[in-house]
């Protein structure tokens, strides 16, 4: 999501990437739709629905691969690697501070005027968040973790390659993954029911971080593109085939936020948007969809303001055929002038960009 470095390919990669971000943002913002729109209601057999989730899930580990790539592009030596972590950590937390004052603020004001007290209003927020460490790792609205996820990822990559020890940072993000899958989406094969969620922190993101600083090490070409395709198809395919016999062998909800086909899915998708070019026929005409792409950060941090305030709309548009992929759009259509507007506002700039 945000942009982590300067990218040292050409800008029709540059491009390419940009566009990809926009359709992974889309993908976000459906996935987000959906759950609003029926939380809990889907997921529990291989219908339409449940397939669209599962085709969507690429975004969140393709946006931690992008960002390992070009926060690898900017640390151009072992001395750069822990001030530009610290410089991205520093970066996202401070957007992680002020959105979730924004998100907190306005919860706090819609609980009051339900409950008709502003202490009732601050209580019945307090009570939604289920202890200080997801407050602290997630904020006051669900999509929040995203930012102190890459912050973590970031940090002990930091830490990790300014001392020199790239194996121990393989390792850690391999332990860390394994654990995450373990308290998730295969916590009841070991009859483990914590009650963290382990999307949040260093869990989903160091793996696909550090796959995005070993595709730094490679040189992007045009075959990354097949490459990419075949990589992502595999992972989705694992994926699905994940979710399907979890719910099958042990009545698993199939709207999981990761499994191990994810890694790769995400993983072919990034080898996807690195390898693209503007010169392609097809890939100019989404030219003007690929210029948003800047602006995705901001439309990711605000478009929850549009999914709640657009909610009664939603509900009805769900009704109806190809109403959530008009709420999606509408969403979008919000959130992008919004962003637009508050990045050419200087003291708003930084919250979007």
């Not at 889907?42 to 085709?55: K, N, P, S």
């Not at 957007?95 to 609980?111: D, E, I, Q």
């Not at 121990?168 to 860390?176: D, E, T, V």
Request: proline share 6%; glycine share 8%.
């Amino acid at each position: 999501m945000p942009e982590t470095g300067i990218p040292v390919a050409s800008m029709t990669r540059l491009y390419s990437v940009e566009l990809a971000r926009v359709l992974g943002m889309l993908a976000v913002i459906s996935l987000h739709v959906a759950q609003q729109a029926d939380p809990g209601g889907f997921g529990q057999r291989l219908d339409l629905a449940t397939v669209f989730d599962q085709l969507e899930r690429f975004a969140v580990p393709m946006f931690f691969t992008l960002s390992g790539y070009f926060w690898a592009a900017r640390c151009r030596s072992t001395d750069a690697y822990w001030p530009q972590a610290r410089a991205l950590a520093r970066r996202l937390l401070l957007l992680f501070l002020c959105w979730c004052l924004v998100y907190g603020l306005g919860a706090v004001l819609a609980a009051a005027v339900r409950q008709h007290s502003l202490a009732q209003g601050l209580m019945a927020v307090a009570a939604r968040h289920s202890g200080p460490l997801t407050l602290l790792l997630q904020g006051t609205k669900v999509h929040l973790w995203f930012l102190p996820a890459l912050a973590c990822a970031a940090l002990l990559s930091g830490a990790c390659l300014a001392a020199r020890r790239w194996r121990l940072l393989l390792l850690l993000a391999a332990l860390l993954f394994l654990v995450g899958l373990a308290g998730k989406a295969y916590a009841p094969l070991l009859g483990w029911a914590p009650r963290f969620n382990f999307r949040n922190g260093p869990f989903f993101s160091l793996a696909p971080f550090v796959l995005g600083i070993l595709l730094r090490r490679h040189r992007p070409s045009p075959e990354w593109l097949a490459r990419g395709t075949m990589l992502a198809a595999l992972g989705l395919a694992l994926q699905l085939a994940e979710v399907l016999w979890l719910q099958r062998r042990w009545g698993v909800g199939m709207v999981q936020d990761y499994v191990c086909g994810t890694l790769l899915y995400g993983l072919g998708a990034a080898m996807m948007a690195l390898s693209g070019s503007s010169s392609d026929s097809g890939a100019a005409r989404l030219r003007p969809l690929a210029a948003i792409g800047p602006l995705v950060l901001g439309i990711y941090l605000s478009h929850y303001l549009f999914i709640d305030l657009l909610h009664p709309l939603g509900a009805i548009l769900d009704r109806r055929p190809g109403g959530q992929a008009a709420y999606v759009a509408l969403v979008f259509a919000c959130a992008l002038p919004f962003t637009m507007l508050l990045a050419r506002w200087p003291p708003t700039r930084r919250l979007v960009l």
